[in-house]
C-alpha cells in the first residue's frame, strides 16, 4: 500500500503546480483519487465529515447492478446458443455472452472517460465519477448485436450534450445512459428495436424468433413464456434488463444502503401496476389488444420496467428531491411506461420515454410540493395566531 | 375653378415630393457607399449579433428546412430577397406610415414580398418550392423580418436599412447552411444531393464507400430536435471563441 502511495507521490510531481504537466493534474488527481481516500481536510470550523463521497455511493450503484450484469451476460449467450444446440453449459454461455458484452462495456468507458476527462483538463476542474455507473447502465441496456460504433457515439452523446453541456456531473436535466439510450434508439431504429436485433445472430437461424414479449404482444404473436420465465429473466431483450430477480437484489442494496429512493422505486411499481389494471379492466372490450388484455403482474417483470425505475429513475440528480415529490415522480414513470407500452405500437417499450419525459419535470413537481409546503405552513402560522390572540 | 383646384392639388403633390426627396438625401449621411459603419452592418450579424445564436429569432424555420442543403440555401437567399426589400421599402415609408398600424403595413409589405418570392420559386425551381412547401409563406411571419423592420428599418436611412437586411439575412443564412451541412451529411449521406459518404445497398456487399465498412445514417440526424442541438453547439463554439457574448451570471 505504501509502495503505491510513493510511487503515485512521485508520479504527481510533474504535476505539481508550476511544474511542466500543470494542466493535466486533474487527469491525475482523478487517479489519486479513485486509488486514495483523498488527505485534505476542512482547515477552520467544525464540519461533519462523512466516509460516503460520490466515489462510495457511485461503486454502490456498480455493485448493485453486478447481479443483472452477469444474469445479463449469462442471458446474451444462453438466448443464443440455445437456439443451436441442446444443452447449453453455463461457462460456454457465460463466455459466449462476454464475446459480446465485454467490449461494450470497455467501449463505454473509454469513450466516456476519454470525454470526461478531456472536459476535465479543458475546463480546470476534478474528474467526476458520475461516468462510473453511466458507462456501465449504458451497454446493459443495448441490444446485444449492435455494432460497437453506435455505442460510442451514443456514449459521446450522451456525455457531451447530456452532460458537459449543462456543466458536468450533478448539472445534466436528463439521465445521461438513457439519453445514450435514445440517441442511439432514434438514430438507428434498425438496430435497436424489431425481432433480430435481441438475440445475437437470431435471423440466421430458421424458426427461431429473437422478437421480445412487448414486440410479440404489439404484433399481436403468441408469448411462448410463462411469468416464471419474465421473472427471472429467461427472455430476449437489451443486455441486463430481462432479470427482474437480479434487479430487485440490486434494489434491495440500494434501499439499505440509502443509495436509491425506495419512494421512487416502489410508486414506479404502483403507478405501473394500476395503469396497467385499469386497462385489464378496459381490455375486455378490446379482445384483439394484446397488450391491454396481458395480466398487471405481468407488465411489471416484462421489458426493461423494473431495471428503468430501478437504476435510472432514482438517479439522484435528474430525479425529483421532495419526498412528497418522488412519490409522484415515481408515480407517474410507472403510469406513462405502461400507457406508452400499450398505446404506441411504434415504441415497444415504454419506460425509457417515460423516465425522460419525468425528469424533465422533476423540477416542477418539487415546485409545486415546495409551494404547497409554504402555503400549508402559513395556514397553521394564521391558525396559531389566530388562537393565540 | 376646377382647374384651379387641380392646380392646387398638382402644387401640393409637387411639394410633397419636394419634402421627400429632401428627406431622403439628408437622410442619407455624406459617408462614401462602403464605409467602416456600413460594413459593419453587413458584419456584425455574422457573428456579434447573429439573429439566430445571439438574438434567438427565427428558429421554427430553422428547424423546419435544414434536412437538404439546397433547401436551406434557397430559403436563404428567399429571406434574404424578402428582407432586404422590405426594409428597403419600410424605411422609405417610415415617415408615412402611422405608428399605430405600422403593424400592419409591415406585414402587407412583407406578404407582397413573399407572394413574389413564392411565385418565382414556382415558376423557376418548382420541385424545391414543393419541399420547401408552407415554409416560404412562413417567412411573413419570421421574426428576424419583423424584427430588424421594427428595430432598424423604421428609423434608418433606406441605403443603411438596406445593408442591414442584406447583413441579417446573412447571418440566419449562415446558420441555416451549417445546420444543414451536417443533417444532410450524417442524417443521409449526402451534400446538395450528391451521395458523399458512398452508395447504400440493400445489403452490406451490395455498398460502397463507408457503408460497405458497416457505416449507417444517423436518423436522428432527420428529426427536427438534432436541429435544435446542431443550433446549440453552433452557440456553444460561438460563445467559447467570443468571450463578449457570454451574459454575466
Known amino acids: 500500500m505504501k509502495w503505491i502511495r510513493q510511487r503515485l507521490d512521485k508520479m504527481k510531481e510533474p504535476f505539481s503546480k508550476g511544474k511542466k504537466y500543470e494542466k493535466f493534474a486533474p487527469a491525475i488527481n482523478a487517479l489519486d483519487t479513485f486509488l486514495f481516500v483523498p488527505n485534505h481536510t476542512t482547515q477552520r470550523g467544525a464540519h461533519v465529515r462523512d466516509a460516503v463521497d460520490l466515489k462510495r455511493v457511485m461503486i454502490t450503484v456498480v455493485i448493485a447492478l453486478i447481479p443483472a450484469l452477469i444474469f445479463g451476460t449469462w442471458n446474451a449467450g444462453y438466448q443464443y446458443l440455445s437456439q443451436i444446440q441442446d444443452q447449453v453449459g453455463f461457462w460456454e454461455a457465460i463466455g459466449e455472452g462476454s464475446i459480446k458484452v465485454v467490449p461494450m462495456i470497455l467501449v463505454s468507458y473509454i469513450v466516456g472517460l476519454g470525454i470526461e476527462f478531456a472536459f476535465a483538463i479543458f475546463r480546470g476542474h476534478e474528474v467526476n465519477e458520475?461516468?462510473?455507473?453511466?458507462g456501465l447502465l449504458i451497454p446493459m441496456i443495448m441490444p446485444v448485436d449492435i455494432p460497437l460504433w453506435m455505442v460510442a457515439l451514443s456514449v459521446a452523446f450522451a456525455v457531451l450534450i447530456g452532460k458537459e453541456a449543462f456543466g458536468g456531473t450533478g448539472m445534466n436535466i436528463l439521465n445521461p445512459a438513457l439519453t445514450a439510450r435514445a440517441f442511439a434508439f432514434f438514430a438507428y431504429p434498425t438496430y435497436m428495436s424489431g425481432n433480430t436485433v435481441w438475440v445475437h445472430n437470431a435471423y440466421q437461424v430458421d424458426g427461431v424468433s429473437g422478437e421480445t414479449i412487448l414486440g410479440k404482444l404489439a404484433a399481436g404473436t403468441d408469448v411462448p413464456y410463462n411469468t416464471m420465465d419474465m421473472f427471472s429473466g429467461l427472455i430476449p431483450g437489451s443486455i441486463a434488463e430481462t432479470?427482474?430477480?437480479?434487479?430487485?437484489?440490486?434494489?434491495?442494496?440500494?434501499i439499505f444502503s440509502?443509495?436509491?429512493?425506495?419512494?421512487i422505486i416502489?410508486?414506479?411499481f404502483l403507478g405501473a401496476a394500476f395503469m396497467a389494471f385499469i386497462f385489464n379492466l378496459l381490455g375486455g372490450s378490446y379482445p384483439n389488444n394484446d397488450l391491454m388484455n396481458f395480466p398487471w403482474y405481468n407488465h411489471l417483470v416484462i421489458g426493461g420496467l423494473a431495471f428503468g425505475i430501478v437504476f435510472m429513475a432514482t438517479d439522484p440528480v435528474s430525479a425529483a428531491q421532495t419526498f412528497k415529490g418522488k412519490w409522484i415522480y415515481g408515480f407517474l414513470i410507472g403510469l406513462f411506461a405502461v400507457m406508452i407500452r400499450i398505446f404506441n405500437p411504434a415504441y415497444p417499450e415504454g419506460i425509457m420515454l417515460a423516465i425522460l419525459l419525468m425528469n424533465v419535470f422533476a423540477p416542477t413537481i418539487d415546485h409545486y410540493v415546495i409551494e404547497g409546503n409554504i402555503k400549508k405552513r402559513k395556514k397553521r402560522v394564521k391558525a396559531q395566531v389566530k388562537t393565540a390572540v | 375653378m376646377a382647374q384651379e383646384n387641380n392646380n392646387k392639388q398638382m402644387s401640393e403633390k409637387e411639394a410633397k415630393k419636394k419634402e421627400m426627396i429632401l428627406f431622403l438625401s439628408n437622410s442619407e449621411e455624406k459617408e462614401s457607399f462602403l464605409s467602416k459603419q456600413n460594413l459593419k452592418l453587413l458584419s456584425d450579424p455574422l457573428n456579434d449579433d447573429n439573429p439566430i445564436t445571439v438574438q434567438v429569432l427565427g428558429i421554427c424555420s430553422a428547424l423546419a428546412i435544414t434536412v437538404q442543403l439546397q433547401a436551406a440555401v434557397v430559403m436563404s437567399l428567399a429571406v434574404m430577397v424578402v428582407m432586404a426589400f422590405?426594409?428597403?421599402?419600410?424605411?422609405?415609408?417610415?415617415?408615412?406610415?402611422p405608428s399605430r398600424i405600422r403593424i400592419i403595413v409591415q406585414l402587407v409589405?412583407?406578404?407582397?414580398?413573399?407572394?413574389l418570392v413564392d411565385q418565382v420559386l414556382k415558376a423557376f425551381l418548382y420541385d424545391l418550392s414543393k419541399q420547401l412547401s408552407v415554409f416560404v409563406g412562413l417567412i411573413i411571419t419570421n421574426c428576424i423580418v419583423m424584427g430588424r423592420l421594427e428595430a432598424f428599418a423604421l428609423g434608418n436611412g433606406v441605403y443603411k436599412s438596406f445593408l442591414d437586411g442584406i447583413g441579417n439575412a446573412a447571418g440566419y443564412g449562415v446558420i441555416l447552411i451549417i445546420v444543414a451541412f451536417f443533417r444532410e451529411l450524417l442524417g443521409s449521406g449526402k451534400l446538395w444531393g450528391i451521395e458523399v459518404l458512398g452508395h447504400k445497398g440493400a445489403t452490406m456487399a451490395d455498398s460502397t464507400g463507408l457503408y460497405a465498412l458497416g457505416y449507417e445514417n444517423n436518423g436522428l440526424m432527420l428529426l427536427a430536435p438534432m436541429a435544435l442541438i446542431i443550433v446549440g453547439l453552433v452557440i456553444w463554439v460561438q460563445r467559447s471563441r467570443n468571450r463578449k457574448l457570454i451574459e454575466e451570471a
Open chain 1, 243 to 254: 432479470s427482474t430477480v437480479c434487479i430487485l437484489a440490486g434494489a434491495l442494496l440500494l
Open chain 1, 266 to 268: 416502489v410508486s414506479g
Open chain 2, 109 to 115: 409589405i412583407v406578404a407582397a414580398l413573399v407572394i
Open chain 2, 86 to 97: 422590405s426594409n428597403m421599402i419600410i424605411s422609405l415609408m417610415r415617415n408615412l406610415i
Open chain 1, 130 to 134: 458520475g461516468y462510473l455507473v453511466t
Open chain 1, 258 to 263: 440509502k443509495v436509491g429512493s425506495w419512494r
